[in-house]
């Protein structure tokens, strides 16, 4: 029942008939929906809802629930507003329960399991970040933990396949590097683990129903994606795609470096870099840097990516094109995205600027011609950086959230709380309250009919600039979503690094 949620107006004033959509949108602090969990029959007739009087209605959210193997009980998963715990119970199918299996917390959020995996004998196998990295546990039918199947500093990504009759789990994982994941293999009562894809890169996998083979699609940075058909224990059964690109051959391309780049407290930032193809190390090159940044989503990674062509495209005009993950985006582990906890981007932006920093102290680098850009969290994270910090002569920040306040509440509060239990940690995170700071030039991008990070963090922003008489650029396009793209916006983003950068039209000559 949504009824208690505010209505928000996306308005698009570039139809005749000036088209308003009206959606029930909570923002941080703002009404839930009220949520009843029911079960019917197929046949039809009334529901039986399922008793939660032991959650204070409007104070906890439910974010799973399916049928135990029995198909007699359900389970469900339920969490409080804030997300920092998790419950994950069984319920009768004639609405009695639930019965609390088990309670997970950790140090800042709880991530749910995206399902349960049950075994023949009734055990239950789910993943869990208690320990600051995701990672397999095995409980019995009680909830009781029975032992860990995996361990250590690396990310089990996805459950793939149980053997039970050879006491096999498959899964994806880093344990061999943090920006490639690969699939593994280890028995069920734990002990070694295997890796079943061998090349360097990033592996997808799909296995078959029986778990007799899987189709391995891979790349890494230098090679374009290709697909093998391997059986269960990793042999190659053939070769599916070899997808050579030969197009690239035409093409006169810079090269494209992957690093670390150690900080002051000893973390290793995964980065990257592209330079143009004619590098000359004795000169000075200006700098564009791209982020995302937000918690658990690291842009670093070992694939080929298109061949980076975008990157390609602006290292030709003279300009280095710099990539970097922050801790809380690095894809480390729980552990490193809770570093942003009730303060998105503090810490973002101090990895980046120790980046920054490091990338300057580079003698072919110029430190007065460093560039930014990101959309959605990475547009908040280039309109935060240019409000925070002096290190970069402009940035394009692309349908940013400007204040917190005005997002969603199952993703905001999830890492920051509600403004009522944390409202320093909003005002420190805010740009719209730093708009006096701004320092470099500003360009500002946004969908006029954005439904997910509205409009109004843009013009927000726009006000408090215009109010400290901040110089900045802006373009709406009217119809235009969460996503953006097109002719015009690419030749107003290139023309407007081109400007920040001071690149000329054409290389100088020699």
């Given amino acids: 029942d949504d009824a ?48 939660l009087g032991e959650y204070t209605e409007g104070a906890y959210v439910i974010m799973g629930a399916g049928w135990m193997p029995d198909s007699e009980r359900i389970y469900l998963f339920v969490q409080d507003r804030a997300q920092t715990w998790l419950d994950i119970g069984t319920a009768s199918r004639r609405g009695a329960g639930p019965r609390r299996l088990l309670r ?23 993943t869990s970040e208690r320990t600051g990295w995701k990672h397999l546990y095995l409980y019995d039918k009680d909830g009781q933990l029975k032992r860990p199947v995996t361990e250590g500093q690396w990310e089990v990504r996805g459950l793939q396949h149980v053997d039970e009759e050879a006491g096999w789990v498959y899964f994806t994982g880093t344990r061999d590097s943090h920006i490639a994941e690969h699939l593994y293999r280890v028995k069920l ?22 778990g007799k ?7 890494n940075a230098s090679t374009p994606t290709q697909a093998v058909l ?18 690239r051959e035409e093409y006169t391309f810079g090269s494209y470096e992957q690093f670390q780049i150690e900080t002051s407290d000893g973390f290793l930032l995964e980065a990257g870099l592209v330079k143009p193809p004619d590098f000359d190390s004795s000169r000075k090159y200006p700098v564009w840097f791209t982020t995302y940044a937000g918690p658990h989503s690291p842009s670093i990674s070992d694939t080929w990516q298109g061949g980076r062509t975008w990157d390609q495209m602006l290292a030709q005009m003279g300009a280095i094109v710099f990539h970097c993950d922050p801790r809380p985006a690095s894809g480390k582990g729980a552990c490193s995205a809770w570093t942003a906890y009730r303060q998105l981007g503090v810490q973002e932006l101090k990895d980046i600027e120790e980046a920054i920093r490091w990338l300057t102290s580079q003698p072919y680098v110029d430190g007065e011609r460093i560039g930014m850009s990101g959309h959605s969290y990475g547009g908040f994270m280039t309109a935060y950086a240019l409000t925070h910090s002096t290190l970069f002569a402009g940035g394009i920040a692309g349908a940013p959230p400007t204040d917190w306040r005005f997002y969603d509440t199952i993703y905001t509060e999830r890492y920051m709380d509600t403004p009522q239990n944390n409202p320093d940690g909003y005002d420190r995170t805010s740009v719209v309250k730093a708009a006096k700071d701004l320092h470099g030039r500003l360009l500002l991008i946004h969908g006029g009919i954005d439904d997910n990070v509205h409009l109004q963090n843009t013009f927000a922003l726009v006000d408090a600039l215009q109010r400290e008489d901040k110089p900045f650029q802006l373009m709406v396009y009217p119809q235009s979503r969460h996503g953006i793209w097109g002719m015009h916006y690419n030749r107003l983003t290139v023309d407007f690094i081109r400007a920040v950068l001071q690149l000329l039209d054409e290389p100088a000559a020699d």
């Fill in 189 to 210: 009562t734990g002990g070694e683990v295997q890796r079943l894809t061998d090349a360097t890169g990033q592996h997808g996998v799909h296995m078959s129903p029986n």
């Fill in 104 to 126: 997970e917390t950790t140090e800042a959020w709880v991530e749910p399991p995206e399902t349960l995996t049950f075994l023949a004998d009734g055990d239950i196998l789910l």
């Fill in 213 to 219: 083979y899987f189709v391995d699609t891979w790349s």
């Fill in 4 to 51: 208690p949620v505010p209505e928000y107006a996306v308005a698009n004033d570039a139809s005749r008939e000036r088209d308003v959509e009206l959606t029930r949108y909570p923002r941080a602090g703002e009404p839930n929906p009220t949520v009843k969990l029911g079960i019917v029959s197929t046949a039809g007739g009334p529901a039986r809802w399922i008793d």
């Fill in 230 to 247: 391997r059986a269960a224990g990793g042999t190659k059964v053939r070769t599916l795609d070899t997808n050579p690109v030969y197009a």
